[in-house]
């Protein structure tokens, strides 16, 4: 296994269109995930696209830790609950429903930075795995989120670009800080 290079916003390999994976089962699909994995771990992300270390095929992988999960104190792999580490390869969405809604995002490729998003916030999704099988889920708000964050840069596109007001764009830490300082003063104000 092997840590990868993340490429960053400007990289060309982050804008194009990812190629369809002819045989999930092939043993560099396998050491691909693996890498990937690694170097998602090393990096604390909890999703990366194929992309984002510089190849281009149509392969994510992700999880829900239990604090982004809508009920955390589920079962893992139940409705609403923590996702275990999935890949998905040559994924596909549909959304359930037209709702929307706007959250935080960030990505490894976009570092230090976060921006608020709007996602669909129900929807389908399925994709091969590397053991040769077949993932077909329903997911809603952050699994949702995050599904619908790794499939598009598999299409070339960044959450920057879904953004609906560029002015909810920052560092992290600055956004962090205000948000930590308007609840101490809600708190203040009683
Ligand atoms: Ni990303």
Redesign the pocket.
């Known amino acids: 296994m092997a840590i990868l290079k993340i490429a960053r916003l400007g990289h060309p390999i982050l804008s194009r269109r990812a190629a369809p994976v002819d045989d999930p089962t092939a043993p560099a699909i396998a050491r691909l995930v693996a890498d990937m994995a690694e170097t998602m771990a090393d990096a604390g992300g909890v999703?990366l696209?194929a992309p984002?270390v510089h190849v281009g095929l149509r392969v994510v992988l992700f999880f829900v830790p239990p604090n982004r999960a809508a009920a955390p104190q589920v079962a893992q792999g139940a409705p609403g609950g923590p996702v275990p580490l999935t890949c998905l390869i040559n994924p596909r969405i549909e959304p359930i429903g037209d709702a929307t809604r706007d959250d935080w995002e960030a990505?490894?490729?976009v570092p230090g930075l976060t921006g608020m998003v709007p996602r669909f916030t129900r929807i389908r999704y399925r994709g091969l795995t590397p053991a040769g099988g077949l993932v077909d889920r329903e997911a809603e708000g952050f699994h949702a989120r995050v599904v619908q964050?790794?499939c598009d840069?598999l299409d070339g596109m960044?959450?920057v670009r879904r953004m609906g007001d560029l002015a909810t764009l920052g560092f992290v830490e600055e956004i962090q800080r205000t948000r930590a300082q308007q609840r101490a003063d809600i708190e203040e104000a009683g």
Request: hydrophobic share 25%.
């Open positions: 999703g696209a984002q990505c490894l490729s964050h790794e840069h960044l959450y």
